[in-house]
Each structure stands twice: as C-alpha cells, then as structure tokens.
T-cell receptor, first 115, second 115 residues
C-alpha cells in the first residue's frame, strides 16, 4: 500500500497544454502539500491544504491551481504549460498543520517535461 | 538568509568508508524540529529521522547516526561503513513551531558511494 500516491509518474507534454497531476494519501492525514523540485534538486513548497482549506500559497503563477475534493486528495492542475514548468512535482501529507514538527511524507514524484 | 545550510554539495566515498553529511540551521524559535530525508536515484523522498529541539540525545539506527548540537546549530548525519545503496541526495530540513508545518529544506548533499 503506497501511503502517498500520485499519478502520472511521467508526463511529457507540449507547451501551451493543460495537464493535471492527481494525488491521494491513505494515511488519514489532515494536511497535504505540493512541492516543486527543480533541476538543481531545490525543493520549494507551492501549496498546502489543511482539511480541504488552503493554508499556504506560495508565489506561484496562477496557471497552477490546486484542488482538494476531500482531505485525502489534492490534485494539481496546470494551465498553459511553459518550458520552465518542467520539474518534478511532489505531493506530500502530514498529520496536522498546527504547531509544526509533523513529519511530511512524500509521494514518489511526477516528472513533468514540457517540450 | 538560508535557514538550512548543507555546505557539501557533492561527496564521494569508497564503499565501507564512514561519511558525515553536515547540516547547519538558523532559527530564533525555541521550539523547532529537524529532519533528514533521502532521495535515491529512483527519485522518491524517504523520511529518515525527526528530532525536536528539546531532545539533544544523539540517535543511532543501524549504520545511520545523527548528532544534534544546539550550541553549533547543527544536525549532522553519519553513515558508517557506507554501501552503494547509500548513494542518494540527502536533505536536511527545519520546521519551526511558530510557523505551523512549513518546512525549510536545505539544498541537499549528493552522496556517491563507489564500489
């Protein structure tokens, strides 16, 4: 059983397309995240949801829109893809978004390549 | 300012050597948490350890050990008798109680263990 699962694992698409990455966690966690890892391996948080409510929304283009239908799912939709969007996108979850220190568990990553 | 500094970008060791990965953090919070994650070549991010600021006891788990020193704001990670399977990028991270569950990741140290 994969605790945090995201699909697809690999995605190659053309500039200008719209794509979605789906994420589900079966850990019963309250908080889910999207992180972006660039080619230099730098990990940057994009969004955080706690019980379906947005709590962290870092400076990302508004072409990126997260959607959380329930607390076990957090999908990432990207409109009008650009070359610079090529990266690995990690979904993650943690028990609670409260006072901090909760271990974040990551999915296996989705490798997005925009051509 | 970088809250988590991993000064070693790349390290290469020969199998069976011991290796220490450095992590220096910066925080004004009295309650904080430190983490290490491993990212093997397959790409997933694997949680290794979580340590809170009130627990300075060093921890050992098999060939892995962690040395937490508040006096030097460091949380170093040592692999004893390294193996090829230890080859990965290792990330240190900080979470501050004041800011909820926002993580600050270091830039990672890429470890290559040569057979």
């Amino acid at each position: 059983d994969t605790a945090v699962s995201q699909t697809p694992k690999y995605l190659v698409t053309q500039m200008g397309n719209d794509k979605s990455i789906k994420c589900e966690q079966n850990l019963g966690h309250d908080t889910m995240y999207w992180y972006k890892q660039d080619s230099k391996k730098f990990l940057k948080i994009m969004f955080s949801y706690n019980n379906k409510e947005l709590i962290i929304n870092e400076t990302v283009p508004n072409r990126f829109s997260p959607k959380s239908p329930d607390k076990a799912h957090l999908n990432l939709h990207i409109n009008s893809l650009e070359l610079g969007d090529s990266a690995v996108y990690f979904c993650a979850s943690s028990q609670d978004g409260g006072p901090g220190g909760n271990t974040i568990y990551f999915g296996e990553g989705s490798w997005l390549t925009v051509v | 300012a970088q809250k988590v500094t991993q000064a070693q970008t790349e390290i290469s060791v020969v199998e069976k050597e011991d290796v220490t990965l450095d992590c220096v953090y910066e925080t004004r919070d009295t309650t904080y948490y430190l983490f290490w994650y491993k990212q093997p070549p397959s790409g997933e991010l694997v949680f290794l350890i979580r340590r809170n600021s009130f627990d300075e006891q060093n921890e050992i788990s098999g060939r892995y050990s962690w040395n937490f020193q508040k006096s030097t704001s460091s949380f170093n990670f040592t692999i004893t008798a390294s193996q090829v399977v230890d080859s990965a990028v290792y990330f240190c991270a900080l979470s501050e109680a004041m800011l909820g569950n926002q993580f600050y990741f270091g830039t990672g140290t890429s470890l290559t263990v040569i057979p």
